[in-house]
């Protein structure tokens, strides 16, 4: 199976931005480690980065016949990206939405996901960790 992974806003920037939530490791470090796991599923993994909403929608959009599932994690855009829920739903492919740190007991504004509203399962909290069990989630979805 072929998986795409997509991190939004300033997650470049791991390793950087306030380590004591995200903590020390890079986000080079991140590309590692999820290739590793993508590896120990036998999956076939992209990922991809961007700081812009635009390109973000474009890149699901891009997943349409491509991608078997999609592993997201959305950064700020969580939060407030109509635009983002929507290419979700419109190619419509399973989607696992992934975040670091734990958002619910953060700020207030953390506590609300566009993309949840699609997501097929919501992991949060869990570190780099986040991602291997999003990808095992649809490895065994698929049998890969
Ligand atoms: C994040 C949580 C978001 O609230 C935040 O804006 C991020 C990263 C996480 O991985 O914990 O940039 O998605």
């Not at 590896?39 to 959009?61: L, Y």
């Amino acid at each position: 199976m072929k998986v795409k992974v997509i991190n939004g806003p300033n997650l470049n920037m791991l390793g950087i931005r306030e380590p004591e939530v995200y903590g020390k490791a890079t986000y080079k470090d991140l590309v590692e480690f999820i290739e590793q796991a993508s590896k120990a599923f036998s999956m076939e993994c992209d990922i991809f980065q961007s700081n812009h909403e635009g390109d973000i929608v474009t890149e699901i959009q891009n997943c349409l016949g491509v991608y078997d599932g999609i592993v997201i994690n959305p950064a700020a855009y969580t939060h407030t990206s109509v635009a983002i829920l929507d290419a979700l739903k419109a190619v419509s492919l399973p989607t696992v939405e992934v975040h670091i740190s734990d958002v619910d007991s953060r700020e207030e504004f953390r506590k609300f996901s566009y993309v949840s509203l699609y997501a097929e399962k919501v992991i949060k909290g869990k570190g780099f960790e986040g991602y291997k069990e999003a990808l095992g989630y649809l490895a065994d979805k698929f049998g890969s």
